[in-house]
């Protein structure tokens, strides 16, 4: 994707987006002034986008310091006049959730957009929550986009309501959909809403700064939740919410197969789906003739009673599809008790579909095809339900591998080995966790006497054989709470890591709790100099912000010193021996140490390469220690010998210094 | 009354028409968005409905990668079991993994070169070998094309081009929905100016080497 074609002011005009780079089209046209988000997988593209072309788009942008502090950020500019928007991943909005609640009630001026991106499946995270309990939770509106050109557009209309509703809006997206490129067609910018305007603020001081400057006029009654306020704010909040519910949305809409293909099956039936599930529905039933229509809900809170009401009255029984949670399925029974309606439901909660991960057009077809056979044999719907309602929960009971004809074919796809994702070569989080390790076992320490807690970041594939450096795991900064709990309920050796990113985002104040509170244990701070995981984007540690301005660098060592830290030493990883000196001393100390350890990523742009290893088979004595041990990509076995890939390897010494027997040493390349 | 019971599985032509999906995987750092942005870029530039799936994240960590592509009345971009058009292995053993949507049919083109796991030492399959595993694939499917798209690539002057030598490969196929012209204007939308001419070249010498196969 060239970046500059998402800046053009044709209108009409198709391009191939991926959902994330259409979310950032659509803040393009709804004239966003700004943006603050965290970083996490799925949603990281915007803000990489975002990162080159606020700009030239008229958008203040930051990378904030967590999720958080990004709500806080849009909820003021949305409060104070302009078009703002955050976006995170599903677990972000946990983090952000505390201030995002009380939005609600706070309500905004201009339109404020919460783009939230779950999971399912948990390709890149520790949970598959479903975030539309958090429009339930904090009574706030949720549109659920099914393609590209879907957020695109919903940016624009959640704009529009939140602007209107003075209410936030949440865009709930999924994996599947944040990361599906599709066919986008382009609509007007509108850069009256965002036009800056900025010649003289109240204290006729010229504004010199590319984005569009608010008035936050006072109004201490709806802005400050004190329980008086907040009571009626919450009121107003459910007033608000019946307006809301009376608009006529675009959004909602029926698909009918065409005419020719409609089944006269004995029983009624049709289907409401929203998201991604609504895209397999489509598509199952036009591609095998199920003849019955869809209701696709895009605007899922409040929920669309009436429409839904409609749809379902004359029906023998509707199948309701959604990923993850039952909602709108809970929602579809609520109306039927409440207006006393007989028809079935079929859904999660009788087992008709998996419960859990995300569907694909195998797991819908096959749920249907079982739901048939039985269907088939009926004559009276019910008995469908009672023998759903008997089936056990269904998980995912479908094979996605299931055997080969071929017992040759069969057993090479069996046998395939695997390819996690590993350390890169030249890693410095792979430097550090040999020297870990190695420090433990000079000092004769047990393995299972060693706690590691872990963090979200790279080095969480420390899990992975054969560092093994990752034993327990909450959350963002997690590691560092848990650190202090483990000493308080355990004996053991705890080790503690975080990145440097992680750091800043949740992991400074449970290192004040750690230290005030007399744990002991060793933290280390990971820092590699960028936000890695996610693709690079900077952090406080650094001296540019997101919008690639120069920033003042924020001093880890320093805050772990304001913090009470008694032992707080910044190493090199690359040395080996001193990294090892290091942990031998943090680990005697009586308290919190910090162990800043501190080089660049390997995969930051522009780094210069060093020089490659090569082996001296003069030397090696084959005990396979760099391979099996250090487990450096570069580093393999051929044709029984060991060889450095010349062209992988970073140069990072860390194997020359871990060989017992010296025979790693730098390619001499005139030879 | 109808019964469903055969409806399920017939297939609603009108719908079926003019579709066509092609399976895209390999290992972290191939090229392999890029050339599935490449295609579904000209599948749209010449008027078809497109859709694709793509797994970032994690998996970018030399994990392995993979994309799907579907043109026609879609709107779900994954591709159901065994029904594949296409699949383009950028790696041997990840072409085996990804078998669940191959059917007898399937064109499997893929890049010879083999990426060992990095944990190999400590798994306890071993590596395949590749002869091995032609042999296999051409025992049980119709439409077999091995290319060693590494030596390809770097006679067009970069291994990278490694994936433009494997689509001009593709587009070499009599069903392939999009021409390798369209493939290279395509590309020319996609990358910068200065590596158009070593793209073409690539895209030609995989365009080739099928030819010869036919
Ligand atoms: S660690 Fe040194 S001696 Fe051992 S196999 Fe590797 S190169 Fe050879
Ligand atoms: S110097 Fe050694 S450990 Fe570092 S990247 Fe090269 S081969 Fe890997």
Redesign the pocket.
Known sequence: MILEKLLSNEVGKKLFLLGNEAAVRGAIEAGVSIAATYPGTPSSEIGNILYYLSKDTNIYFEFSVNEKVAMEVVATGAVSGLRSFTFMKHVGLNVASDSFITTAYNGVNAGMVILTADDPSMFSSQNEQDNRHYARLAKIPILEPSNPQEIKDMMIYGFERSEKFKIPVIIRTTTRISHMRGIVELGEINNTINKINNTINNNNILENVHWKKGFFKKNPDQYVPIPKNAAQMHKNLILKLEDIKKIDNKLNKIYSPSNTLKKNFKFNLAIISSGSSFNYAYDIVNKYNLGINILKLGFTYPFPEKEVLKFIKNLDGVFILEEVDPIIEKEVLVIIAKHQLKLSVFGKLNNVFPVIYEFSPDIILNSFKNFYKIANKENNIKNIVSEFNSKKIKINDYNQNRKLKNTKLNNLVENLPNRPPTFCAGCPHRSTFFAVKRTIKELNIPENNVIFASDIGCYTLGINPPYQTADYLLSMGSSVGDGGGFSKATNQLIMSFIGDSTFFHSGISPLINGIHNKDKFVLTVLDNRTTAMTGGQPNPGLNVDGMGDSAPEISIEKIAIGSGAEFVKVINPLNLKKTIETYKKAIEFNGVAVIIVKYPCALIKGLKKKKSME?NYN?????????KI?ACPA?SIKNNK?VIDYLNCRGCTT?TQ????K??KVKDSFR | MISMKKDIYSKNPEFCKNSYTIYICGVGGQGIIKTSTIIGNGAMNEKMNVVMSEIHGMSQRGGAVSTELKIGNYKSSLIEEFNADMIIGFEPIEVVRSLNKANINTKILFNTTPIIPSNITSQKNNYPDIKEIIAILKENYNYIYPINGDQLAKESGDLLTLNMVLLGAATADKTFPISKNKIISSMKDNLKPKLHDMNIEAIEKGYEKIKSFQ
């Open positions: 082996i030397k090696c004595s084959h005990c396979l220690d760099c391979v250090l580093i060991i194997c871990m060989c017992k027997e025979a790693i």
